[in-house]
């Protein structure tokens, strides 16, 4: 499993994103790797330029709003004690631009921070951050608010899995990570209730767990399997985690 050599940390210098960014910094310097600090500006529209409230061109504006957060980023990663490369980039989505930002950089892994996790935002980890999942063709690590940093003594890995052979890539990769954070690995599937027997769970359960040591053992690693049920699968699977 090739090691991450280049970490790209997006920030938008909120407290959730300067924590993603902190997550950032100690998984670089744990794994020797590049750490590069990037804010997404998305250019001003003209439907929101208002001359008389705003004096100047559109261009101008724009130029001094470069200026301010290219000085705020660089501010950032002084107090995060980030010595090395910083970059704002200009897109008109703040998703897409990040994942740019990645490929212009050559970087292998993407930190972002989420939304919170309790209620509907559980299920939402963001217009920014979703865009950057699910366009990224480098691995994405996502923060939440709160909770155990990845690198935290007694930590743990757990992969999810929908027990198809894609999974194998997720689940080689979560292996890898453990092992160089000292943590635990663990493998979860999350059964969805409403197309479960009435009769119970046991039968799908004991497949799911084949079926999932089978993937451990194409994936080549160890870990322990848990397989839990709930009437939303994501839901489930969070609840699990915590």
């Keep these: 499993m090739k090691p991450y050599l ?3 940390a997006a920030t938008d210098f909120s407290d959730t994103a300067t924590r993603a960014a902190a997550q ?3 998984l670089a310097q744990r794994f020797g790797a590049k750490l ?3 804010h997404v500006l998305e250019p001003f529209g003209h439907a929101v330029y208002m001359p008389a409230m705003f004096p100047g061109t559109l ?9 301010a957060v290219t ?5 950032q990663a002084r107090e995060l004690g980030h010595t090395g490369a910083v970059d704002v980039s200009v897109s008109p989505n703040a998703g897409l631009g990040v994942v740019e930002a990645a490929r212009a950089h050559r970087a292998d892994l993407i930190v972002v921070g989420t939304h919170g996790r309790t209620g509907l935002e559980r299920l939402l980890i963001g217009s920014v951050a979703t865009k ?22 007694g930590s743990c890995v757990l992969a999810a899995s929908d027990l198809s052979h894609a999974s194998v890539a997720g689940l080689r990769r979560a292996g890898w990570l453990a ?12 059964l969805n209730a409403a197309y479960l027997s009435p009769r119970g769970d046991d039968e799908a ?10 993937l451990a053992s194409e994936a080549e690693i160890e870990a322990d399997i848990d397989i839990v049920v709930g009437e939303h699968v994501v839901t489930a699977l969070c609840d699990h985690a915590d």
């Excluded at 261009?59 to 200026?67: C, T, V």
């Excluded at 999942?133 to 990845?150: I, K, M, N, Y």
């Design 71 to 75: 000085a705020r980023l660089g501010e």
């Design 6 to 8: 280049h970490i790209l």
């Design 205 to 214: 359960r004991a497949d799911a767990r084949k079926r999932l040591e089978a």
């Design 179 to 190: 092992a160089r954070l000292d943590a635990e690995t663990k493998i979860v599937h999350a």
């Design 132 to 153: 950057v999942v699910r366009h990224s063709a480098v691995d994405v690590l996502t923060v939440p608010p709160s909770g155990t940093l990845v690198d935290q003594a």
């Design 59 to 67: 261009a101008e504006l724009e130029r001094e709003a470069l200026r």
């Design 24 to 26: 950032a910094l100690r």
């Design 36 to 38: 590069t600090l990037v």
